[in-house]
Every structure is written in C-alpha cells, then in structure tokens.
Nanobody, 125 residues
C-alpha cells in the first residue's frame, strides 16, 4: 500500500489542523493505521493509531484529549484532527500502515511496514 499524507501547515497555538492520509490499493481496510511524528533533533514518537474497523484507537499521553484519529475505509483515507495545538506539536507527521498490529506493539514504529512521505506541522507561539 502507498500512503500520501497531507494537511500540514502553519498554525498559531490553540488552533486546529486536520491531517489526511490517502492510501492506494483495494486492501486499505485490512491495515491497522497510525500516525508518528518527528521534530528536528528529536526521536520519532508515536501519536495515534486506529484498528482496521475503527473499533480500537490509541493515543500518546501528550495528545490525548486534543487529537482524534479516524478513518473512512470506503474512501481509503485516514484522518488526524488536531485541536488546541501547542508549539511542542511542531513536527513532520507520518502516516503508517501495518497488518496485525496489536497491543503492546501499537506504539512502536517498526510494527508498521508502510510509511507515507510526511507532512510538516508548525505551531507558532
């Protein structure tokens, strides 16, 4: 599967952005999906994940209550709604896909086989 992330940009602290991840292929619904992010000079970190049927969602503590992950299998698209953005949310955001990704590896980057190219989110203070 090929992934294309979009929706990044520059926003003021407290603002909102919605990221999208469009996937190619007809097997989108068979993949568990997620978002990771990486800021310059920092380690890549888990943001959120969603199971194939959207039944299960997972969030990093740092974004819980502010970000919402969702997916539309009919449109082969995953979303990340980001509200109450903070300067520390600034990073390149990557959408990821994998099969059979379950707890406790949901938050681990190597559990996902496919990565999009990333979209930059910059939050100004």
């Amino acid at each position: 599967v090929q992934l294309q992330a979009s929706g990044g940009g520059l926003v003021q602290a407290g603002g909102s952005l919605r990221l999208s991840c469009a996937a190619s292929g007809r097997t989108f619904s068979s993949y568990d999906m997620g978002w990771f992010r990486q800021d310059a000079g920092k380690e890549r970190e888990f943001v959120a994940a969603i199971s194939r049927s959207s039944r299960r969602t997972y969030y990093a503590d740092s974004v819980k209550g502010r970000f919402t992950i969702s997916r539309d299998n009919a449109k082969n698209t995953m979303y990340l709604q980001m509200n109450s953005l903070k300067p520390e949310d600034t990073a390149v955001y990557y959408c990821v896909a994998g099969q059979g990704v379950r707890v406790p590896v949901t938050t681990i980057d190597v559990a996902y086989d496919y990565w999009g190219q990333g979209t930059l989110v910059t939050v100004s203070s």
